[in-house]
Nanobody
């Protein structure tokens, strides 16, 4: 089991940037594919991005492609989600997870989430 802790959310104006972090416990972090999902009020949780265990491949939802970049630092047990050109529709709670089946099937292990609000 991996414990996940997201951080870095906040309030940002449209067009701004944020970098989310997901710190994971456990010595097997580097063997997991990792992903980010988000959930807006009144909506279902949706896939955002995923990265393979070795960082060799990334996959993005069409809604964030070209604006978000997912990376990982296995030596730090951390994945990062750099979010640029943010839009009001990016407002949501963002969660990281381990990926059971590439690219978007979560294992079911989630952090507590971090709130991102894009508003002027």
């Amino acid at each position: 089991q991996v414990l996940l802790d997201e951080s870095g959310g906040g309030l940002v104006q449209p067009g701004g940037s944020l970098r989310l972090s997901c710190a994971a416990s456990g010595r097997t972090f580097s063997s997991y594919d990792m992903g980010w999902f988000r959930q807006a009020p009144g909506k279902e949780r949706e896939f955002v991005a995923a990265v393979r265990w070795n960082g060799a491949m990334r996959y993005y939802a069409d809604s964030v492609k070209g604006r978000f970049t997912l990376s990982r630092a296995n030596a730090e047990n951390t994945v990062y989600l750099q979010m640029n050109s943010l839009k009001p529709e990016d407002t949501a709670i963002y969660y990281c997870t381990t990926i059971r089946t590439w690219p978007w099937a979560s294992s079911g292990y989630w952090g507590q989430g971090t709130q991102v609000t894009v508003s002027s």
